[in-house]
């Protein structure tokens, strides 16, 4: 079933969806570390879940499709793990259409903003001293392999519920049911962390031999600034700016018939 942003553009394109490994639907490989090792346990998390595992897969599904080259379309961590398969395979990159991609193509030690910050900014002052306390918690890497993957799962959600109430405001309801996609990711969120290094990097530079045409989009209303998502537009050699008005995070269902005219207006320059 499509997303609600494309439903209008499946009579003219054929989109495959996939649940990244470790995450939604798909199998999730490690359930709890035995060992007390904890460079093993990084490089054994790194291996199964990491940023490298992440980008082979999207290879392999092309070779499965059989497609020469795709048209990639990622949403959030989904647009950065696009734009670094591209760098990786600009020679089967059709196009590129990344949608509200995550603040991760630089990441430094000393730099604020990140989306941790930028949600306790907007969250009301009771809740103040336990979104801190929380995030102690989330981000003790000092004993994170004493985890389990249904533990890290319940703490991702956490952070997703302050999310949500940093959006919407304190009437956001939980909701229980994990939602048709299946359950939020555990390990596989972290094993992206260790595999990036945790404290800096910056991939723009190779996002230079990507020549393919690249869609930025970005909700005007969105939690991330729009000056995160211009650092893709400017990454790219051959990229533009759409910005979505009304929109939050998720343009696609937030305001789908606009996203669909971008999309498909990008889509059809392609041809």
């Known amino acids: 079933e499509p997303m609600p942003g ?31 090792d904890y460079s093993e346990n990084v490089s054994t998390l790194d291996g199964a879940l990491g940023i490298g595992a992440q980008v082979a897969d999207i290879e392999r599904i092309r070779r499965i499709l059989g497609e020469e080259k795709l048209i990639l379309i990622g949403h959030s961590w989904g647009g950065f793990l696009a734009s670094l398969y591209a760098a990786e395979f600009p020679e089967h990159v059709e196009a590129l259409i990344l949608v509200a991609p995550a603040d991760m193509l630089v990441v430094s030690r000393d730099r604020g903003g990140s989306l941790f910050e930028e949600v306790r900014t907007r969250l009301p002052d009771e809740m103040q001293e336990e979104y801190i306390a929380f995030l102690k918690e989330y981000l003790d890497y000092g004993s994170i392999f004493a985890k389990s993957e249904a533990d890290l799962v319940a703490l991702n959600r956490k952070f997703g519920d302050y999310y949500l109430t940093a959006i919407l405001g304190e009437e956001y309801a939980i909701e229980e049911e994990p939602s048709e996609q299946g359950d939020d990711g555990g390990w596989m969120v972290h094993a992206q962390y260790f595999s990036l290094g945790l404290m800096r990097h910056d991939y723009r530079d ?3 031999v990507v020549q393919a045409p690249v869609l930025v989009m970005h909700g005007a209303d969105d939690l991330q600034p729009e000056e995160v998502t211009r650092v893709y537009v400017e990454a790219f050699p051959n990229a533009t700016l759409s910005v979505i008005a009304d929109a939050e995070h998720s343009p696609f269902i937030d305001q789908p018939e606009a996203f669909a005219a971008a999309v498909g207006a990008f889509l059809s320059e392609l041809e």
């Open 206 to 208: 190779a996002m230079k």
């Open 6 to 36: 494309l439903q209008p553009l499946a009579g003219e394109y054929k989109f495959h969806y996939y649940d990244q490994r470790g995450c939604g639907k798909s199998t999730r490989p490690i359930d709890t570390f035995s060992s007390n």
